[in-house]
Nanobody, 124 residues
């Protein structure tokens, strides 16, 4: 089993920045990628970004390219999501997830473990 704990959410004004963290524990060696998703009220869970533990390859959703970056600290088993130039449309609960997949998966069903989520609210 792998446990994931997100932190760093909060409220920010439009144009601001936030950095989310996701700390993984347990059998982390069984997972190859870490992803970030978000879900706004009344909407489906949306893929944001993914990173591979080994080598650091990344993939982003078009909606966040150029504004969000994803990074990892292998020694700390932690993945980060740096979010810049935030807009009210970025308001959602943000989840991190881990998968045993080697490919940079973007579908929620491809992930095996999920965190509890952290709220991000962007005001205009």
């Amino acid at each position: 089993q792998v446990q994931l704990v997100e932190s760093g959410g909060g409220s920010v004004q439009a144009g601001g920045s936030l950095r989310l963290s996701c700390a993984a524990s347990g059998r982390t060696s069984s997972t190859y990628i870490m992803g970030w998703f978000r879900q706004a009220p009344g909407k489906e869970r949306e893929f944001i970004a993914v990173i591979r533990w080994s080598g650091g390859s990344t993939r982003f959703a078009d909606s966040v390219k150029g504004r969000f970056t994803i990074s990892r600290d292998n020694a700390k088993n932690t993945v980060y999501l740096q979010m810049n130039s935030l807009t009210p449309e970025d308001t959602a609960v943000y989840y991190c997830a881990a998968a045993r997949s080697w490919s940079l998966a973007s579908k929620a069903y491809e992930y095996d473990y999920w965190g509890q989520g952290t709220q991000v609210t962007v005001s205009s």
